[in-house]
């Protein structure tokens, strides 16, 4: 292999390798906080955070190739992925950056040093190329991408997580052998001249801070829109990422991609794309919920969400990496420092919208407000770059300062002209409570987590996916006349209380304790219960663990992050640890109603596995929204097939997982969302 290309493999493999990383560490994180979207966010924060540690340490190791080959034995010592024991009374942020540098840590800190020894190395060498050795950015960028991609639709599919960490490791150990081929490349006698250059000026120093902190600020921004409002999952946390990237390759190649007038278009391209994003939307308030046509173009919408969200992310990365990559030095001497100096804005736009956005804004229940951050430091490197032109047309500036505040302005109110009463912000996401047209709403990002009726009378009458004609209604009418003993995973609005009866107990299990407090303070369904309620905070699955065994008649799962189910709480696993909870006759009963999935195949495989009866019922209508219906999906799960005939017996409900199909029953080892998705 030639040895240009050598180095063009170091790069991109140890990118791959560190990008498949992140994602499966952060999916074995996702467990233990509850699925929140929140774990990528931290992820990200914490991996920028280790990436610039590494490109400072890059900066010396660059000078002492057999010493960083010695490095290269570390992360063996910390494979397979294992996750350590949580931290006594810390906050879940703080154990989440915890548990990430314990597990991924050093790994990602070795392979992180790559492009920066890398490209020191080549300009050390007697090869033609090192005169400008940015390309190597690129493949880098370019493998870190592949990583994203190859993750979510091959490895996550088809391999499991220990089968995971084989493949990590061989990988890992060809990247080594790569590291000891590239390095006698940096001690050729031609190296010394290389280190010698200028400086970097404080102005260039702080435009490569702004001008990288602007799209990985945006980045997070649309990470945490798009796995609030669809899934946390490494499927969709690779989009906006991969997305981002794209833009360093584009940039970084010795020979740009396409030409300078379409990197000038952006903007003006991206104006035009919001107003087109603008009249579907204005057009859905034409239709009512419950009608097709809204289905339809609620589905358009969903759709259009997503593409418009990764072209801003797209324009937006394009037009600042164009301007990092035209800025970039050509001494070893202020590479590394460039290096440095990115990492550190990717650092610095990471800890605003993960830490300051969610600090400072915690009464602020808008995803938008992180919008506004990004741009108010787009905005900030702009100036820094166009300081010139900008001083001599100061009243247009002034203008489209002014233009850009009310922008704010706006989007930070947002929340108060639409009937919202309180709004909250948090590690595990965006709460809500809303009054519209005497109905009290709950929710999490977009998504219904309950609702109640204002008038005082009908205050005991469960709404929206538990009301009692729902077909939860239906498996409490047709099953539940013996049922003393009730766990609920997920406590919402606390709807499910409605249903209790004298002598009942009815145990709630909540991640959130925000969760527990908004459904005491605005909702009056657990205080008003006929049966005696107890809530308990803290991993669902955890703490069932902690339960007298055969304790309960029914448990009934609707956990819920946002719109999506935590996968976490419906492996195999998980069904055993409920039925060691459940007494011989009870019966499981989950809420899977989702916009994106449709999780009855895999709970109807689950059930065939263990060899448990299960039915399912799918509303598509359930009546005006305004009068407390929503259409819902529940599946019903039980040892007993006599049991679970009853519900067949009633109109909608039908046998699940009785017959083979391909459908595989998702385990703590193996889970993908590919089959089930919904579109």
Known sequence: ????????????????????????????????????????????????????????????ARLYPRAHIALLALPFFFLPLTLPPPLPSSGPLVELLWSLLRSAGAPFFVLSTTVVVAQSWLMRSSLPERKDGYFLYAASNAGAAAGLLAYPFVIEPLLSLAAQGWLWRGLYAAYAALCVICAPAGLAPQAEAAATGRAPSARERALWLLLSAAPCAALLAATNLLSMDFAAVPLLWTAPLATYLLTFVLNFKREPWYPERLNRAMLPVFACWVALCLIPMGLAVWFSHDSTPAQILSRMLDLGKFAYVLFALFALSMIFHRSLAAGRPASERAMAEYYSWIAGGGLFGSVLVGLAVPFFGRRIGAVALDWAAVGAVAVAAIIARDWEQISRHRKTAAGLAALAVAVVAAVSTAGSHDGTVFSLRNFYGIYSVQDRDGVRWFFHGNTDHGMQFLEPARQDEPLSYYGFASPLGEAWDALGAGWRSVGVVGLGAGSLAAYGRPGMAMDFFELDPDVAAVAGRWFTHLRRSAATIRVVTGDARLSLERA????????????????????????KEAFASYLRRLKPDGVILLHVSNRYLDLRPVLGAAARDLGLAAAAKRELSAGPVEEGRVPSVWVAVGRDATTIGKLVERKGWRVIGAEPSRAEAWTDQHASLLPVLAF
């Not at 979207?37 to 610039?52: D, I, R, S």
């Open 1 to 60: 292999m030639p040895q240009r290309l050598r180095f063009q493999a170091l790069a991109f493999l140890g990118s791959f390798l560190a990008f498949c990383l992140e994602l499966a560490v952060a999916k074995l994180l996702l467990p233990r906080f509850g699925g929140s979207a929140y774990v990528w966010t931290g992820a990200m924060m914490f991996f920028q955070g280790l990436l610039l540690v590494s490109y400072l340490y890059g900066r010396r």
């Open 548 to 571: 007298d065994a055969a304790s309960y008649d029914m448990l009934v799962l609707d956990a819920f992050n946002s719109g999506a189910v935590p996968i976490h709480l419906l492996t």
